[in-house]
């Protein structure tokens, strides 16, 4: 059972920067993904950006695209998110998830969700 840990989120003024982390236990040797996501109040929960240790690869959407980068280490295995020029609207809860299985960024295709942590950006 692969189980997330979050930390990082907090007040931060806009225009500001934060960076959060995310560890994984439990994982078995293997395909291996890891992504952030966030929630803000009555929205859907979107994709942020992801990693993948089979290929190597980096995901980032289009709304963040230029402002966050993910980045990661190996041991423990973690994903860290660097976010810069945070603006009113990044203001969510941001969860971190895994999966051992999958291809899909979207929510529903991934496993393993961490508590997540709350991002407030203030004007």
């Known amino acids: 059972q692969v189980q997330l840990v979050e930390s990082g989120g907090g007040l931060v003024q806009a225009g500001g920067s934060l960076r959060l982390s995310c560890a994984a236990s439990?994982?078995?040797?293997?395909?291996?993904?890891m992504g952030w996501y966030r929630q803000a109040p009555g929205k859907e929960r979107e994709f942020v950006a992801g990693?993948?240790?089979?290929?190597?690869?980096?995901y980032i959407a289009d709304s963040v695209k230029g402002r966050f980068t993910i980045s990661r280490s190996n041991a423990p295995k973690s994903v860290f998110l660097q976010m810069s020029s945070l603006r009113p609207e990044d203001t969510a809860v941001y969860h971190c998830a895994a999966d051992m299985g999958g291809s899909s960024w979207k929510p529903s295709g991934m496993d393993y969700w961490g508590k997540g942590t709350l991002v407030t950006v203030s004007t």
């Open positions: 439990g994982w078995t040797p293997g395909y291996f993904r």
């Open positions: 990693f993948d240790w089979s290929g190597g690869n980096t």
